[in-house]
């Protein structure tokens, strides 16, 4: 089992920053892949960025955080982190961390994110 527990969530100004984390405990070291999700209402979940746990830590974005989101890591804390710049209101969705084993997706309560304009 991995248990994953979100924080940084709020209430934040189009054009403004926040700072999401997700600290993982259990199983962890049968984690591959670590991500952040979002959930905004009537629509479904859907990817925002993901990110390796190998050394090469490599990454994945929604075309639509490109160059505003950055995911990142430290392996040390069993911690990701999505660091969220320029947000816009269409940002606005409860964010789900993820961590991927071998066969099974493991996922967090979530966090809410709020963009307004």
């Known amino acids: 089992q991995v248990q994953l527990v979100e924080s940084g969530g709020g209430l934040v100004q189009a054009g403004g920053s926040l700072r999401l984390s997700c600290a993982a405990s259990?199983?962890?070291?049968?984690?591959?892949?670590r991500g952040w999700y979002r959930q905004a209402p009537g629509k479904q979940r859907e990817l925002v960025a993901t990110?390796?746990?190998?050394?090469?830590?490599?990454?994945n974005y929604a075309d639509s955080v490109k160059g505003r989101f950055t995911i990142s890591r430290d392996n040390d804390k069993n911690t990701v982190y999505l660091q969220m710049n320029n947000l816009k209101p269409e940002d606005t969705a409860t964010y789900y961390c993820?961590?991927?084993?071998?066969?099974?997706?493991?996922w967090g309560k979530g966090t809410l994110v709020t963009v307004s304009s």
């Open positions: 993820n961590a991927e084993t071998y066969g099974i997706n493991y």
């Open positions: 259990g199983r962890i070291f049968s984690i591959t892949t």
């Open positions: 990110i390796t746990r190998g050394g090469s830590a490599n990454t």
